[in-house]
Structure formats: C-alpha cells, structure tokens
C-alpha cells in the first residue's frame, strides 16, 4: 500500500471508485488515499482500463487518472467536470 494510514471512503462516488479498483486490482482494501500505481503495481500503460472501467464522471476517464493517482484526487476531478 503507501505510508499513509487506511482512509475510507467519504461519499458514494468515492466508495463507487474503491469497488472498482479493488475489483480491477484484485485488492481487499484500497484507501482514498492510496497511489493507483503503488497498490497495482502497474505502470502508465495499465491505466486507460481501470480509470474507465465505470460510469463514474463525463469525458475522458483516463486522463485524471493521470493528474492525481488516488482515489479522493480522481473522485475530485470527477466533480469539477
């Protein structure tokens, strides 16, 4: 995981966010604080699948995915849109 302590989810788009990526990433638990790329373990080219694996903001899911690589950044960008 990364150095921070666990940190649940706030809101629905939040915890909508967290069953995905716990899905996509086989993962028990995924705080909002959590680094996309240090709890998959994946590099740039893993992301496009995950970032759009749901129906969770407008436009390109893909592309705040790598802007902020956690779950509260992306639940963030997700609502300014």
Request: hydrophobic share 50%; net charge neutral; glycine share 10%.
């Amino acid at each position: 995981m990364t150095n921070q302590a666990y940190a649940a989810p706030r809101n629905a788009l939040e915890e909508k966010l967290v069953a995905i990526w716990m899905d996509v990433l086989n993962l028990k638990q995924v705080g909002i604080h959590d680094d996309f790329f240090v709890v998959g373990r994946f590099s740039a080219g893993h992301a496009p699948p995950v970032a759009g694996a749901a129906d969770v903001g407008s436009g390109s899911a893909a592309a705040p995915l790598f802007e902020t690589t956690t779950i509260a950044g992306l639940a963030g960008s997700f609502k300014r849109r």
